[in-house]
């Protein structure tokens, strides 16, 4: 029998998710919810989704679309729902819609941790949102930085420091910037790092970030300290074996998020994602000087890197105990290894 999924809040991830869904043999995507009307809408309308509406009918009806109900029903019709409104909206959604109807939700890394005690990254801890009534997709700088650490934890971390710098907003955002500066974050450390302590616990990392004027992707620069003597090759071999990585060249002519974007694009995935995590051959390195260390930059595609990660948390939260094969359905579906 078929996961039956809804999808609250069809804005960059939430549009992504449905899509995704839509393409896995074990679930059917039930519905979207439209929150406002705009070209969303009618595209959600043109791939035959069904509309539940979250503020009203008319404007859907004035512009020609007539909505097949709203959250509640929706909720009504699924075992579990996708929340991917903006930030903080997901927990208070928890609380006013999902607990009432008894449907479990996952919620996306602009909620906190600690409003929802899982936060998930399926190759790192698909087994902890098994049969779980909430969980919680960590960010995209936070799952981004979760899958390499925890494969190159083979090289046993003893600790780590990373530098975000982000994009200043998603390609569609006419609201956000900065478009001419470059701009720290206040804070010591930044969000990232006690995030993913919340999927990877004994990981003692410390970051600090800033926003630059971009659009494409996050670049993370990240330094480890690590006990076991480490040489670049083996760096490239665990990452090679690692899902949802992908280690790119200068050779490829692959030097940049912009080369990584247009690189997406020719592969003609939908929308030009990239939801593997990118990390430069020639920007790993290592030093063994009486201490080990390992470097290394990668590039996160903000927007995708955790679609795939959604899909498996349905997985996990609707009991399906076989974490491998999961990631392995999601991958296929999704045209990466
Ligand atoms: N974008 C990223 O790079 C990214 C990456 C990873 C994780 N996330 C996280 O994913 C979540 C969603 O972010 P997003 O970037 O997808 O946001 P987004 O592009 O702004 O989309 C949010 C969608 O939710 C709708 N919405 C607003 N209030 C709603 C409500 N009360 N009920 C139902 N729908 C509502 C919005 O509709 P209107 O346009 O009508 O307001 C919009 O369609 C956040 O937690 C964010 O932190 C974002």
Wanted: aromatic share 6%; glycine share 8%; with cysteine.
């Amino acid at each position: 029998m078929s996961i039956k999924v809804g999808i609250n809040g069809y804005g960059t991830i939430g549009k992504r998710v449905a899509d995704a869904v839509a393409k896995q043999k074990d679930m059917k995507l039930v519905g979207v919810t439209a929150h406002s009307y705009s070209f969303n809408t009618e595209v959600a309308k043109q791939k035959g989704y069904k509309i539940f509406t979250t503020d009203g009918d008319e404007d859907f009806k004035l512009n020609g679309i007539n909505p097949d109900g709203n959250l509640k029903n929706l909720l009504e019709q699924v075992d579990i729902i996708v929340d991917a409104t903006p930030r903080k909206i997901g927990k208070e959604n928890i609380e006013k819609f999902y607990k009432q109807k008894k449907v479990k939700a996952i919620v996306q890394g602009g909620e906190k941790h600690e409003a929802i005690g899982t936060s998930f990254v399926a190759q790192c801890n698909y087994n902890e949102a098994l049969n779980k009534e909430y969980a919680r997709v960590v960010s995209c700088n936070t799952t981004g930085l979760c899958r390499t650490l925890n494969a190159l934890n083979k090289f046993d971390i003893t600790s780590v420091h990373a530098t975000m710098i982000r994009r200043g907003a998603d390609p569609w955002d006419i609201y956000h910037g900065p478009i001419n500066a470059i701009v720290p974050v206040l804070e010591m450390p930044s969000h990232h790092g006690p995030d993913v302590q919340s999927v990877l616990p004994k990981c003692q990392i410390f970051t600090t970030a800033l926003s630059v004027p971009s659009t494409l992707m996050h670049l993370h620069s990240v330094i480890a300290d690590v006990r076991k003597k480490v040489n670049v090759d083996d760096v490239i071999g665990v990452l090679n074996n690692t899902t949802r990585v992908r280690v790119v060249r200068n050779a490829e002519h692959l030097r940049s998020t912009a080369e990584i974007m247009e690189f997406a694009r020719d592969l003609g995935r939908l929308r030009g994602d990239m939801p593997e995590i990118c990390v430069w051959k020639e920007a790993i390195g290592t030093v063994s000087n009486g201490y080990n260390k390992l470097l290394y930059m990668q590039a996160v595609h903000q927007e995708s890197d955790v679609i795939p990660e959604n899909v498996d948390c349905i997985r996990a939260m609707m009991g399906f105990k076989d974490s491998d094969k999961s990631i392995k359905m999601t991958n296929e579906t999704f045209g990466i290894k």
